[in-house]
């Protein structure tokens, strides 16, 4: 059974740092490429950030590029998002997502495994 568990979400002030983590397992991680996703209240889920299974390719919405930096270990099973620089806009639930594909993917639905979320609040 594949588990995805984030952990890392708050409160945060604008222009602070949080960093979410997200521990897998029931799955072979290297083989997988992980992305992070927002959703706002009454949106879908946007794509953030995504890293590729060796963790060489990393790929992030203009949104946050330069503000987010995504990285994974895979000895240990485990990605992280680092948001720095964050705005009320950024406030949302963060899913820690793992797809087979072996690029990374901006689309939920190249997503097979989902964690519960994390909430992220910033504020102005």
């Known amino acids: 059974q594949v588990q995805l568990v984030e952990s890392g979400g708050g409160l945060v002030q604008s222009g602070g740092s949080l960093r979410l983590s997200c521990a897998a397992s029931?799955?072979?991680?290297?083989?997988?490429?992980m992305g992070w996703f927002r959703q706002a209240p009454g949106k879908g889920r946007e794509f953030r950030a995504g890293?590729?299974?060796?963790?060489?390719?990393?790929y992030y919405s203009d949104f946050v590029k330069g503000r987010f930096t995504i990285s994974r270990d895979n000895a240990k099973n485990t990605v992280w998002l680092q948001m720095d620089s964050l705005r009320p806009e950024d406030t949302g639930i963060y899913y820690c997502?793992?797809?087979?594909?072996?690029?990374?993917?901006?689309?939920?639905?190249?997503?097979?495994?989902w964690g519960q979320g994390t909430q992220v609040t910033v504020s102005s």
């Open positions: 890293v590729s299974g060796s963790g060489g390719g990393t």
């Open positions: 997502a793992a797809s087979p594909m072996h690029l990374v993917s901006t689309l939920a639905d190249s997503y097979h495994h």
């Open positions: 029931g799955l072979t991680f290297s083989r997988h490429t």
